[in-house]
DNA sequence: TTTATTTACGGAAACGGTTGCGTGACGAGA
DNA sequence: TCTCGTCACGCAACCGTTTCCGTAAATAAA
């Protein structure tokens, strides 16, 4: 354990604990050559100050959390490093908290934040987040949230979101314009706003194409990959299977390739895909990925800045702001326009 | 800010601050219905204990720090998923630090860490890490550390790794009994442990087969990929060029499709490639990458495992135990046999 | 010379939970 | 009736830092 503190270095040099504190935090009440005396000592000892004690006394930890729902995704790993890296930049720790997706990890999480153990919270929700008591429970103990993709509307806090509803109409009429007539579309938990939007965003696409959306092309998946990898074969079983998918997460996009090789179905010939994705190995795969790319390492920085604006001032100045970073269509082999008669 | 504290509940209930801070923790000092009227009163108020008040007092502060050299690779992040799994269940708080490779982040971090901030650590070695005197230092202050798979091999402590020799010998191997002749090798970081070793089955695997090692044939990458795309760009411009390659880590086998695809070598026909790597996206790539796949969620959760064991014991009595996880070699197309007749 | 002001530092009370020790009440055994 | 032990709880010190005061000495102003 570090026991060198305050108290041993103000015997050491005669001192108070109190003028050694100040020495150490460069007080203007402390003399230049008593405040090098105590920096010579401190750094001879290789004093480190407990911060404990300090967040004890002081109500600020220098600590935020980011409650996420996965890491093993390129999106949210990104995110986290921009956090990271903007956090460490201004002196702050970073708890991490992965929910798995689970809103009772959510809530157990959120739960134990409320202790003051952090300064403020950086979230993206889970899917199956309904009910947001334990959000706001947390927002009522004064520490300061800020939301990125997954955001929670129903929180007044600030946000930083993709342009959802135009990147979900884009690749719905990116598809469209490749000559598909039957588009899919995959969705994840639809109490989700960047869901909703994306979804939104591929109806309006329909509409302006003069298509019908069909409900039975839209496909609401879940967390449990062997049941949406079925969802996906019976999809694409069909009769009257779509020419056509339009996936809102990666993994997803990833079981469609595996489910038209199960069923030798090519892409893009037969079916086209799109996908909001991060992968670093888009173009790479075969064939590669057109995908809606999000600036995840931009949005994870734009959060953390957000959040530390509120934790610097002393009045809460902007509540409720909206930072829209948007995202970038790739366009790649697997949708690529495939003329009328098939060469193969 | 959380202002219910111990002393408004014992006010609240006509107790001292200590019945209540023992009943709480459901001490046998306390009677019964004491107890229950302290739980209903705690869970009416929702109060949340002060953790850095605990800590300051118990000198445990529930926290370990993962301190590891980038998020954004899925060896990584499953890893984290393992850390940050086992210690959630037992009630621990998990910070990060990202070191993105550098040496001097890594000490800066290792510095911050002798303050008592964490119980414990776990960690990943950067690749420009040579001297390890931060960590001994972080050692000398009876912080526990325990190393996952770029271990620290100057360090007595616990380590968590995979077969990197046998994986280097059988990737080696497996590209030779593919029909490689010549057999290039991608390297990161040589003072890493896992990257000698890596060379060493390399080198042993070619030995066994009666081949010289051609010093041209091994390239020692870094953390610039714009230089690595050109040292791999000569390698396989170079007239004697290689017709298999063994790359380190994922990054660099990424790089080798993206080459050969700008000069137009064929994979597998061409040259071969086989690589350490979690991508989850392997078999979907062109060609499907044959790969040699570590265990990571496993290892993350092994190393929390091993930590825990550690902070739980007064005594140190597992001080160097290494525990060995062995790779998985996952054949694809990108190592396939080619008959001698190109069939192009 | 006296008084006001600045300079440079010390004393001590916080912060909130934990824990060693002390103690009154009560029942049991002698 | 007296003693002893157990039960159930209170008191207060403690963890290490910060910060509100207070104050002696030195300097400036009157």
């Known amino acids: 354990m570090n026991s060198v503190n305050l108290k041993q270095l103000a015997q050491e040099l005669n001192l108070s604990v109190s003028t050694v504190s100040r020495a150490l935090r460069d007080s203007w009440e402390i003399s230049t050559p008593t405040k090098q005396r105590v920096f010579d000592l401190a750094k001879k000892m290789n004093f480190q100050p407990n911060p404990y004690a300090s967040s004890l006394r002081k109500h600020r930890s220098r600590t935020i959390a980011v409650v996420i729902p996965e890491v093993a995704n390129n999106f949210f790993a990104l995110a986290i490093k921009g956090i990271e890296t903007v956090a ?6 970073v708890l991490i908290y992965l929910t798995n997706e689970e809103v009772a990890e959510e809530v157990a999480i959120a739960t134990s934040l409320q202790s003051g153990r952090v300064d403020g919270v950086i979230m993206s929700l889970c899917g199956s987040t309904q009910d947001t ?35 979900g109409f884009v690749a719905t009429e990116h598809l469209l314009k490749s000559g598909c007539k039957r588009v899919a579309h995959l969705t994840i938990a639809m109490s989700l706003s960047i869901s909703s939007k994306r979804q939104q965003g591929y109806i309006d696409a329909l509409r302006r194409y003069d298509l019908q959306t069909d409900r039975d092309l839209i496909v609401h998946c879940g967390n449990d990959d062997a049941a949406n990898y079925r969802m996906i074969n019976e999809l694409l079983s069909a009769e009257d299977r779509p020419d056509g998918v339009f996936a809102s997460v990666e993994k997803l996009a990833v079981q469609v390739y595996h489910v038209c090789r199960e069923l030798g179905l090519r892409i893009p010939e037969d079916v086209k895909v799109i996908s909001f994705s991060n992968l670093v190995t888009a173009s790479l795969l075969n064939p590669s990925l057109t995908t809606i790319a999000q600036p995840a390492y931009d949005m994870g920085k734009e959060a953390a800045t957000l959040l530390f604006r509120r934790l610097e001032k002393k009045y809460i100045v902007v509540p409720d702001d909206r930072v829209m970073l948007p995202a970038r269509l790739e366009v790649r082999d697997s949708t690529a326009f495939i003329s009328a008669v098939p060469c193969h």
Chains 1, 2 share one sequence.
């Open 88 to 93: 460490r930049g201004k002196g702050y720790h």
């Open 133 to 167: 008591r334990h959000l706001l429970e947390l927002q009522q103990r004064n520490i300061p949230m800020v939301f990125f993709d997954r955001v929670c509307e129903g929180i007044t806090a600030p946000k930083v979101m993709t342009n959802d509803y135009e990147s």
